[in-house]
Structure formats: C-alpha cells, structure tokens
C-alpha cells in the first residue's frame, strides 16, 4: 500500500474518532466546535503523530487519543486567530469564518471548549501497566508546546511586532513557536510512548522542527500575493515577504531536506514522514484562506 492510501486510512481513523467526542451534544456550541473541526482540515499534526507512533511500534490505537487532542488544539488555535481582535479573518478553509457563522461570543467559547475537551481526551487516553510516565511526559510536552513557551508565545509576536520591524531571527522563532511547536510536539508522540533511544528521540525533533518551519514558509509563500495587496491595518509577519519568494522557496527546500536527513541520521524507516515533509514542496495555489490550517 502507498504511503498516500496509509495515510488516508489514518485520516479516516481521526476524523471517526473526532466525530464520536464532538457528538457529546446538539448545543449550538457543539455545533460550533464540529463546524470548525470538520472544516475541510488535512490532518497534518494527527498524521505526523500516528505516523511517528507507527515508525516506533506504537500502536494506532495506543496512539490516537493524542492525535486527536493534537487536532483540537490546533482548531482551537484557528478559531482564536481568527476573530476581530486577533487576526480579523472573514474566511478559514474556503468558507465563513467560525465566529462569522455563530458570533463572537460562541466562536471564543468553541475554541474554549475545543482546548479543555483535548485536555479531557489526553488524561482519559488508555495506560496499561508501566506506561504512566511516558503518558505524562507525552501530556507534558504537548501542554509546553501549546502554551505561552511555544504556540500562544509564538502568536503574540505575531501580533505585536509589525512587519517593517522584524528581524530575522526573531521571525525565525516566531514561526519555531506560532506553529513549528505543535508539530514537533506530534512528532514525539511516537517516540515518548515508545521504546526509543535518545538518538532517535534528537533525530525525530530535528524533523519536527525543521518541518514545522518548513510548514510556515510554505503557508506564507502561499499567502503572499494576498498579504501585498492587504492595506489599511497592521500587515502581519510573513517570511516570502520578508525574504522575497524565490528565497523563502529554497529555505522550505532548505527544511524539507534537513528533516529527511534527520531521519536518515538515525535511520528511522518512516515512508509517512518522509512524505508528507516532502509534500510541504508542493506550492499549488489555494481555494480561498486555509493558513497555518493544515
């Protein structure tokens, strides 16, 4: 089976069990939480996990309580960005926004919900015997990664640094935080639920981290022409205009290459990763806004 179809029947195993946990209730905010988690999503952080699980011999089902938390998050995070206040954002995935469908007040409440329900899956997720501290450490990782050292530290530089200051090194780790730490934070799913030696467990952050960068400079190098023509209010950091687009293009290049080589470092047979960093090379434009929505 190609790793394409694999990743499909991984797909279809999150999206199932997303559906079981966001069909709790018929409430409005529910609805609100579903509208936003099945909006056309591809998954990524919940397909690295299950993939990096699988590379060392997690099971599926061992591992998809934290895939699945992993995916609230990241929703969670979507909804936030998008509101007045924050990014100010009328479209997500081609389609009105979660707070220009229910509101303001729902749509904040909805990524509210979509955060402590992750919570609720990652401490309920099951731990057979001797498996209690690598389940705590997993919980740990994610929480740091989610929190004000990692995503939400990473949006705020987003939105108190204007474009014409930014330097580069902190756009650097602004785009490490904003969305690289949730994707590494998926990556070592696999190995801290597993048996993995400390080499592996350095090579499989190198990946994480390098294709999380990687993530944003592909997401902004998609979003370029629209950011060029945004006027009128705060233009928002984006590393194809920083760089200009040709050298944005051979960093995502740089990254995706520096993820493979990490894995071959520690010679971890991952068709999975490998494709879909290499998927990340590819820059078809997008149908209406999906940033950072992957």
Do not use: W
């Not at 899956?121 to 050292?149: D, N």
Request: negative net charge; hydrophobic residues 40%; charged residues 30%.
């Amino acid at each position: 089976m190609k790793s394409e179809e694999k990743l499909t029947l991984k797909k279809e195993a999150v999206d199932a069990e997303l559906e079981c946990l966001l069909s709790k209730g018929d409430s409005v905010l529910y609805g609100a939480m579903r509208y936003a988690v099945f909006s056309g999503g591809k998954r990524f952080r919940p397909l690295l996990a299950l993939s990096s699980a699988e590379c060392f011999g997690v099971s599926q089902a061992q591992a998809l309580p934290y895939a699945c938390a992993l995916e609230l998050i990241h929703n969670y995070s979507l909804i936030h960005d998008d509101l007045p206040l924050i990014d100010d954002d009328d479209l997500r995935r081609g389609r009105p926004s979660c707070h220009r469908t229910f509101g303001d007040d729902i749509a904040l409440l909805a990524g509210d919900g979509l955060l402590t329900l992750a919570f609720e899956v990652l401490a309920g997720a099951p731990c057979g015997a001797g498996l209690y501290k690598k389940k705590e450490r997993v919980i740990l990782e994610i929480s740091r990664c989610a929190g004000a050292e990692g995503m939400i530290g990473g949006q705020v530089l987003d939105i108190t640094l204007p474009a014409e200051k930014m330097k580069e090194e902190v756009l650097v780790e602004m785009m490490q935080r904003k969305t690289g730490a949730l994707i590494t934070a998926s990556v070592k799913v696999g190995p801290l639920l597993g048996d993995a030696s400390q080499v592996q467990l350095d090579a499989i952050t190198e990946y994480g981290e390098n294709t999380g960068i990687a993530f944003q400079f592909r997401d902004d190098i998609l979003d370029e022409s629209a950011l060029k023509e945004t006027s009128g209010r705060h233009k928002k950091p984006n590393s194809a205009l920083f760089f200009g687009p040709k050298e944005a293009r051979r960093r995502l290049k740089r990254h995706v290459h520096a993820a493979i080589t990490a894995l071959d470092s520690a010679s971890l047979e991952s068709d999975e990763l490998r494709f879909l960093a290499l998927r990340l090379l590819n820059s078809e434009k997008k149908s209406g806004k999906e940033k950072n929505s992957g």
